[in-house]
């Protein structure tokens, strides 16, 4: 016997865009090291875990190739899409308990699924002279999340710029120790962002649920609104909805799935 696997492209319609993600349900949870090694068999930015704990509850936990991670939208995304699509749940909502972002819940409406995550306040953050460096674009205002600050957000003038980008990431990560979002209003959305985080070995992330979590309520304050529509430009692309309600977001987005598989190899890195 052996254990399911399926890899999810999340935020996008179309079989090569979004992000992929492998999402791996198990009846009980394998060493911290087996999980790390699994994610970094598989190499894609994030392999979601989840062990069934009652009815539509999960424990969730999420793992880029380098470390677990705090909160990770994608992954949670196509997490609840595996539930709907190949797992036979057939509520309206799941719940999932995850160890350092508390209770996520995710509900399927007309074909998408919204997401209901922590707002990470950002606060004002100096920019750091080697990231700019790295970057090789002016920076004209940078925060960071008063809470998971292990992501921080620089803002550039325009979408143009943004996609003007070519990153050194050897240096983006001997800059700082963080991941790095660069965002700026859109040309056709109300922002857009990329993301880069070298040091957990993901150069950079097609889409990115979890920087929106402080993106949103940074643009909301800029915008005036607290209902925005996002889009992350990288090679694969994806769109957001995005909705700030308090000290929550709402993020809602769809996926589809890529490939079903079974992992049968022996999983102890001894044998």
Not at 4 to 10: E, F, K, R
Not at 105 to 123: K, N
Not at 138 to 147: C, E, N, Q, R
Request: one cysteine or more; proline letters at 7%.
């Amino acid at each position: 016997m052996g254990l399911p696997l399926y890899i999810v492209n999340a935020f996008t319609r179309t079989t090569f865009g979004g992000n992929p993600a492998a999402v791996m349900p198990l009846d009980h949870w394998l060493p911290d090291e087996t999980l790390l090694a699994i994610a970094a068999q598989h190499n894609l930015s994030e392999t979601a875990f989840f062990v069934c704990t009652g009815s539509g509850e999960y424990e969730l936990r999420w793992f880029t190739p380098g470390a677990e991670v705090q909160l990770c939208g994608h992954a949670t995304l196509a997490s609840a899409h595996v539930l709907r699509a190949h797992l036979g749940f057939q509520g309206d909502r799941v719940t999932f308990s995850t160890r350092f972002s508390g209770e996520l819940r995710a509900q399927y409406v007309d074909g998408a699924v919204e997401l209901d995550f922590p707002s990470l306040t950002p606060q004002p953050h100096d920019v750091e002279p080697a990231l700019a460096s790295a970057l090789q674009v002016p920076i004209i205002a940078a925060a960071i999340p008063k809470v998971h600050p292990w992501k921080a957000l620089y803002e550039v003038e325009s979408e143009a710029v943004l996609r003007s980008i070519e990153p050194d990431f050897p240096a983006i990560a001997a800059a700082v120790d963080h991941a790095v979002i660069v965002t700026a209003r859109g040309d056709r959305h109300d922002f857009v962002s990329r993301f880069f985080a070298p040091n957990l070995r993901v150069n950079e992330d097609p889409v990115t649920g979890s920087a929106h979590c402080v993106l949103t309520p940074y643009w909301a304050e800029k915008l005036g609104s607290t209902e925005l529509f996002a889009a992350q430009v990288s090679d694969r692309g994806g769109e957001l909805h995005c909705a700030l309600l308090g000290d929550r977001i709402i993020l809602r987005g769809q996926s589809l799935t890529y490939a079903t598989a079974t992992v049968t190899a022996p999983l102890s890195r001894s044998e």
